[in-house]
């Protein structure tokens, strides 16, 4: 049966009136005002009293549910995806707009940011480090209606930031050690544009967290707009000040060349945190200056830890097979490899918007303490990323010399990633699957599996490659290891998700809670 109860609310002043979704005083807790547009439009109007009808079912929680959860799972999960992969896809902008505008600087600078780009990768990775724990409890507490731990996360997720930030600073001594492994040489001017480049790019790991932070607190509530709208315009602003940065402006500003590009870049995640910050505090979630919390800090650390480890070790699993690969066919083996990573990135990155759609709608539904609800959501969302996946197996197993065309004309190259695009085309609705149920066990808070997973699977790329390519198969014994371990990971973790006990620190503590009250 649905309740209906009238309060009397004499407004004194319109920056006292409840926002969109949010309570105010005379409502009992947990009903939101439904007329809030009405009841500003009243005010404005000169009304002293305005009367409200809140509507509260008791018979159920249904009124009191994240705008979120109240579509079907199938439109949750579009909701947060879409825009998702669309902010992949502008990030990508990033290096392409360097690229462009450093390839007129010479070969030079252009060849010691792509030196670079391993070490710039890792810093990607962990940034993310305290950005995917905020997602996953964020989730959990705006699932929960207690909007206000969003806050909270996003705060403790600054002070992961400035933690992580400080651990990378302490490796810049690092940055020539970093150079001269890959066979530089001290003196070269690589080296040195290389170097710059590289630990101002360190330098700039705090607003790089700070921002991936604030974007999980917008992806915990499920309300991606705002996230794509500053990615969008952080975006152009990079591409504004990129070339002034890197060819110079007259006296004004001198030529910094690669250092410029990591000048940009730093500028405009600057800008992207101090925007997200602002967004959020507009959306009326409060965020408190507040001490670390090291109880919340750990669980943020406990979700974003081994997910960060499996980054870090997958992208090491890459480097190995790189060198096999260059062992058993050349220079044109690694060329192959870089092209065909680069068609399968665009993949990937549809298929992590939908991981962070899962670990959304899961850890909104598990804060409700509904595990049945978010078995489904991330079925679902496995299913629908798979699909989606279709049109990319399609164009890679039916046409990879076309594709691979686009970027090189070298008949070697052309066979071999043409080759590589075949047997990873294949398995892609695997790496969907993979990326959904990871996205879930983060919702869940549990990604000790992921780390696990990864371990074993990444690993066993290397001596499975090793033995493919000695037995007769070559090049291509090393795509086939590729293809069939995406496919063991995407069944592993679906598996282990079906067996997993789904239950988050949240419901617990407010059960805790709960009986502590119940007691007193």
Known sequence: PVIRDLYLF????????????????PCPRGVVCPNWGRLRRRVRQGAQHSRIVCRRNAGSDSAALPALLRCSPGQAVWHVAGPTVLIGLLRTLYGLTDAFWLGRCGSTELQAVGAASFAVWIILIVSEL?????????????????????????????????????????????????????????????????????QISVLGTLPLAAAASAAAGFKALGEMRPALLITAFTVVVNAVID???????????PALGAKGAAHATNFAATLAAVMSLWALRRRGIQLKLQRPDWGTLGRLLMVGAPMTASGLFFTAVYVAIGRIAHAFAGDSALAALGIGQRLEGLAFVVCEGFGAAAATVVGQ??????????????????????????????????????LVQVFVQDP??????????????????????????????????????????????NTARVP????????????????????????????SKWIVFRRMRLCTPLCDATKDNAKVSAAA
């Open 130 to 198: 305290g950005a995917l724990g905020v997602h996953a409890v964020g989730a959990a507490a705006a699932g929960s209606g207690k909007q206000n731990l969003v806050g909270d996360a996003v705060m403790q997720g600054l002070h992961a930031a400035w933690f992580v930030s400080i651990i990378m600073a302490l490796a810049l001594p690092l940055v020539p050690a970093y150079f001269s492994s890959l066979g530089i040489p001290e003196s070269s001017a690589v080296m040195a544009a290389g170097s710059g480049f590289l």
């Open 464 to 491: 499975v490659a090793l033995a493919l390519a000695r037995l007769g198969f070559g090049l291509q014994g090393i795509w086939i290891s590729i293809a069939v371990t995406m496919v063991l990971k995407g069944l």
């Open 365 to 402: 539904w598990l804060g409700r303490g509904k595990q049945k609800a978010a078995r489904r959501a991330a079925a679902v969302a496995s299913s629908t990323a798979a699909k989606a996946m279709l049109p990319f197996s399609c164009m890679g197993f039916l046409f990879p010399k076309l």
């Open 10 to 25: 004499e407004p004194r002043g319109i920056e006292q009136l409840p926002r969109r979704g949010e309570h105010f005083n």
């Open 243 to 253: 070339p002034l940065l890197i060819h110079g402006f007259g006296t004004l500003v």
């Open 412 to 457: 070697i190259t052309i066979s071999a990633a043409a080759a590589y695009l075949r047997w990873v085309s294949a398995a892609l609705p695997f790496l969907a699957i993979e990326l959904a149920y990871e996205g879930a066990m983060a919702g869940a808070q549990n990604t000790l599996p992921t780390l696990l997973i990864g371990l074993v699977l």
